[in-house]
């Protein structure tokens, strides 16, 4: 059915009424909408026209038919849904209560004053041993070997602790001379601390031929106080570095010139006995300091 454009069924709602206000029945069912609620010019708003009521039913349908058809999940959801079933079952259990030990890492002050109590108590008990060249200063057995990192730092603690005193420090190098190896075990087997064979774990330091332990002894003498005490009968150190050694407590062997080997009048050659098994003589300087 073709509308022609004049006619009054395409404008029928922008009918003007009659002047006279002798409009019939039939134009005014026609101006009148069927909805009193349609008010507006265009269809933006045209979700505002369904009544709340049909609204309400339509979410209640929804929700009710929504178990019948359960919507899929994604592939992200299934992975990370996977991913929370395998951590759940891949924790370990938890301990029971009771049975979790609260373990206190700081300790009390008291503990710790009755530790160094214990330590010094124990250092003056020990007897004074007879240690080569160790009356009048301090000996230290240590090693400069990097290869056991914790026994390096270790004796590099210990040195640096000792020097700060000014007193003379007399470092036996085990690594430079394998005499100081044979001499420190001899000295702990005649306290009580070993035997012979045993090994020697450094560094040891011995104070005026009294010994006082290991690295971990020094550290909490140095820290309550007590070591500068076992200082005290020492004589002050000669400032400087030893112009014959250069502080390095060795010389270079004359005889053989640090090969450790003599040439023999028939072409041979012998063992020097002169020097160490490195070609080195210990400093007659530093031994007199």
């Not at 709602?13 to 019939?24: E, F, T, V």
């Not at 085990?174 to 560094?203: T, W």
């Not at 002169?274 to 300091?289: K, Q």
């Amino acid at each position: 059915m073709i509308i022609p454009v004049d006619s009054p069924q395409m404008w029928r709602y922008r009918i003007k009424p009659n002047l006279n206000g002798s409009n019939n029945s039939r134009s005014r069912d026609r101006r009148i909408p069927t909805n009193p609620e349609f008010n507006h010019q265009s269809l933006k708003d045209i979700q505002s026209l369904f009544p709340q009521d049909d609204n309400h039913n339509h979410n209640s349908n929804t929700t009710q038919n929504e178990p019948s058809s359960p919507s899929q999940k994604s592939v992200f959801q299934r992975v990370h849904l996977a991913n929370k079933i395998t951590r759940a079952f891949s924790r370990p259990k938890p301990e029971p209560q009771e049975n979790v030990v609260q373990v206190n890492k700081s300790t009390p002050a008291c503990d710790q004053s009755e530790t160094f109590e214990i330590t010094r108590k124990s250092i003056k008990s020990e007897p004074k041993v007879k240690v080569p060249g160790g009356d009048k200063r301090v000996v230290v057995y240590m090693t400069s070997i990097r290869a056991v990192r914790s026994t390096f730092e270790a004796c590099k603690t210990v040195r640096s602790i000792l020097q700060g005193f000014r007193v003379p420090v007399d470092e036996r190098d085990l690594a430079m001379d394998s005499a100081f190896s044979d001499e420190i075990r001899k000295i702990m087997a005649q306290i009580g601390h070993g035997y012979n064979g045993k090994r020697v774990e450094l560094p040891r330091v011995f104070i005026g031929g009294r010994y006082i332990g290991g690295a971990d002894e020094v550290l909490e003498l140095h820290e309550m106080g007590e070591l500068k005490k076992f200082m005290a009968g020492l004589p002050a150190a000669t400032p400087g570095v030893c112009k014959s050694c250069g502080d390095f407590r060795f010389n270079l062997c004359l005889e053989c010139n640090g090969s450790h080997k003599c040439h023999l009048e028939d072409g041979g050659f012998t063992t020097c006995m002169e020097c160490n098994e490195n070609g080195l003589i210990r400093c007659t300087s530093c031994l007199c300091d």
